[in-house]
């Protein structure tokens, strides 16, 4: 059975996108079936750790939601950018960059339950074990969808009152939509806070499990979204941390 996994945040600067692409690239490496879907039309962005440009992007998830093309006409077979020998398939359906299709978005919209019938021909055609949705941040009606049709919602926060205030509000909401796990990743840390007191505290406010708190990397800084930090430092700390974050929601699944 799929399952769909929400990767949201309140505010943006999170690291939501990485953090979804480099679990994805994890659950690829350990044989499943993977696929991303860039639902942040007006600023995506997962697409450049996958190197993907506006020369080769031949469809996008805009297209399909205006009705000009079928959505696997847009998923990327990335599995290659993995790493050799990856058991599993890793897609990717990026949103478009271009300025005029944004601002289309923007001043027409689109039909938001194409959205559903797009995930579901996803599972179903691709053969998927996972599907991560990576979320405008913030709360709209895109957001809302995709966070009703999710079995696991994987909510980002750094050590900040405006996150935390934020995430309070992402909860309620998400309870009242009935979601079936709902996990907190602390991101951005810094070395000198207590990652293990700091999470039994955000567990104890907001109710929720944490499922990792992640600190902040300079090499993961300095990569900066040229690439998979798990491929490029396959045994960072990072790397591992990330590794228990995709444990946890597995076996919450």
């Known amino acids: 059975?799929?399952?769909?996994?929400?990767?949201?945040?309140?505010?943006?600067?999170?690291?939501?996108?990485?953090?979804?692409?480099?679990?994805?690239?994890?659950?690829?490496?350990?044989?499943?079936?993977?696929?991303?879907?860039?639902?942040?039309?007006?600023?995506?962005?997962?697409?450049?750790?996958?190197?993907?440009?506006?020369?080769s992007m031949q469809h996008s998830l805009n297209e399909f939601l205006w009705g000009e093309c079928e959505i696997t006409d847009a998923a990327q077979d990335v599995t290659a950018l993995v790493g050799d020998g990856t058991a599993g398939r890793l897609f990717m359906i990026p949103a478009s960059l271009r300025a005029g299709d944004i601002a289309r978005v923007l001043h027409d919209g689109y039909d938001v339950s194409q959205l559903q019938n797009g995930f579901e021909v996803l599972v179903d055609r691709l053969a998927l074990d996972v599907l991560f949705i990576d979320t405008h941040p913030g709360l709209n009606e895109e957001t809302l969808l995709s966070v009703a049709l999710s079995d696991v919602m994987l909510v980002l926060l750094r050590p900040d009152q405006q996150d935390y205030q934020g995430t309070a509000v992402t909860l309620q909401v998400a309870r009242r939509l009935d979601i079936p796990c709902m996990l907190l990743v602390l991101n951005k840390l810094s070395h000198s806070l207590d990652a293990a007191a700091l999470s039994n505290r955000i567990e104890g406010i907001y109710g929720c499990k944490v499922a990792g708190a992640l600190p902040h990397s300079d090499d993961l800084m300095l990569l900066g979204s040229s690439g998979l930090f798990v491929v490029r430092f396959p045994d960072h700390p990072l790397t591992a941390a990330l590794g228990r974050i995709a444990d946890a929601f597995v076996e919450a699944g």
């Open 1 to 55: 059975m799929t399952q769909i996994v929400c990767v949201h945040s309140f505010r943006g600067g999170t690291g939501k996108s990485n953090i979804t692409a480099n679990l994805a690239a994890l659950l690829a490496r350990r044989g499943k079936r993977v696929a991303i879907v860039d639902t942040d039309i007006q600023s995506p962005g997962v697409h450049v750790l996958f190197g993907i440009d506006e020369k």
